[in-house]
C-alpha cells in the first residue's frame, strides 16, 4: 500500500475504544532523521490512527534473560549503533515514561515475572519510529524487552497477555524487521532485495493474511530462504507480538511494503 492509498484508509479510526496494533519495519537508525518513503510512512500512519494515550512497544534493540519493562518517569534516548553522522547522535526523544503503564503490565502478565527496569529507556527501534509518528513526543512511552532465552512460541503467547491494554489507550508497537540479515547487506542497494530476501517476505507476507500464526512461530523450519532471511531471531520476534494480537474479525494492511539493501525488509504492518 503506498501512502495515497494509506492517507484514503477511511475506517482506520473506525473503533476509538480499542487502539490498533503496529509492527515496523524500522530498518537503518538514519530513517530518524531522513525525510524518505520509510519516514512518510510512519508520519502516514501516525496521522491515520486514533492518537494513544500510552505506547507500549517491543524493540528488536532491547534483548535480557527475562522480561523487563521500562518502568522510569523519563526514559533516556539510546543511541544504540555506532559509525553514523553526528547528527543522528545528536537526536533526543524526550517522550515521558509510565510507570503506571509498567506496573500495570508487570501485574496483569501472568505468563513469567515482568521486572520494573529503571536503567534502559528507549533505544533506536522505538525512538527513531516515534520520531515521525509523533514529533511533539507527549506520548508517555514504555518497551518491553525480549528474553533471548525463549522460543518464538513462548513470546507468542506472552503478547497475548498485553492484550487488555488495547482498550486501555495503549499502541503496542513491535519494531524489528520481517528480513534482517545484515551479515550479507548491499549497501549500494537501495531499492531491492535478493531473490531469497523477496520471496521469504512474500511467504511470511502471504502467512499473515492467512492468519497462519503458527508457521511463522516456526519460521525456521520453512525453508532455506528463511534461514537466511531470519539467521538470528530477535528482529522477527517483535512480528510475533502484534500477530498475537489480532482478533478474528480485524483487518491486516501493510505499508512501507519494500526490501532494500538485498537483505532487509522493510515491510510494516497495521491490525486494526
Known amino acids: 500500500?503506498?501512502?495515497?492509498?494509506?492517507?484514503?484508509?477511511p475506517d482506520m479510526k473506525k473503533d476509538s475504544s480499542k487502539m490498533p496494533v503496529l509492527f515496523v519495519g524500522h530498518g537503518s537508525?538514519?530513517?530518524?532523521?531522513?525525510?524518505?518513503?520509510?519516514?512518510?510512512?510512519?508520519?502516514?500512519?501516525?496521522?491515520?490512527?486514533?492518537?494513544?494515550?500510552?505506547?507500549?512497544?517491543?524493540?528488536?534493540?532491547?534483548?535480557t534473560m527475562g522480561t523487563y519493562v521500562t518502568a522510569m518517569e523519563n526514559p533516556q534516548t539510546i543511541h544504540d549503533f555506532g559509525g553514523f553522522p553526528k547528527e543522528l547522535y545528536e537526536v533526543e526523544y524526550p517522550a515521558p515514561g509510565s510507570p503506571e503503564l509498567a506496573r500495570k503490565t508487570v501485574n496483569n502478565v501472568e505468563k513469567t515475572e515482568v521486572k520494573p527496569d529503571k536503567k534502559w529507556g528507549l533505544d533506536h527501534g522505538t525512538w527513531s519510529i516515534l520520531k515521525h509518528m509523533y514529533p511533539d513526543a507527549d506520548i508517555p512511552v514504555i518497551q518491553l524487552s525480549l528474553d533471548y532465552g525463549k522460543n518464538p512460541q513462548y513470546h507468542y503467547e506472552l503478547a497475548k497477555e498485553l492484550a487488555f491494554l488495547r482498550k486501555k489507550g495503549v499502541l503496542i508497537i513491535g519494531s524489528g524487521n520481517i528480513v534482517h540479515n545484515l551479515r550479507v547487506v548491499d549497501w549500494r542497494n537501495t531499492n531491492g532485495g535478493y531473490d531469497w530476501a523477496v520471496e521469504a517476505n512474500s511467504k511470511i507476507?502471504?502467512?499473515?493474511?492467512?492468519?497462519?500464526?503458527?508457521?511463522?512461530?516456526?519460521?525456521?523450519?520453512?525453508?532455506?530462504?528463511?534461514?537466511?532471511?531470519?539467521?538470528t531471531p530477535e528482529h522477527f520476534l517483535p512480528l510475533l507480538y502484534a500477530l498475537a494480537l489480532k482478533e478474528e474479525n480485524e483487518n491486516v494492511v501493510f505499508f512501507n511494503d519494500k526490501t532494500v539493501l538485498g537483505s532487509l525488509s522493510m515491510t510494516s504492518v497495521i491490525i486494526n
Open 205 to 231: 507476507k502471504n502467512l499473515i493474511l492467512n492468519n497462519e500464526h503458527m508457521q511463522l512461530t516456526e519460521y525456521n523450519k520453512l525453508g532455506k530462504e528463511f534461514e537466511l532471511a531470519v539467521p
Open 29 to 63: 537508525p538514519m530513517n530518524a532523521i531522513e525525510d524518505n518513503e520509510f519516514s512518510k510512512g510512519w508520519t502516514a500512519i501516525g496521522n491515520s490512527i486514533p492518537k494513544p494515550e500510552y505506547i507500549l512497544c517491543v524493540s528488536a534493540h532491547w534483548e
Open 1 to 9: 500500500m503506498n501512502l495515497n492509498e494509506l492517507n484514503k484508509q
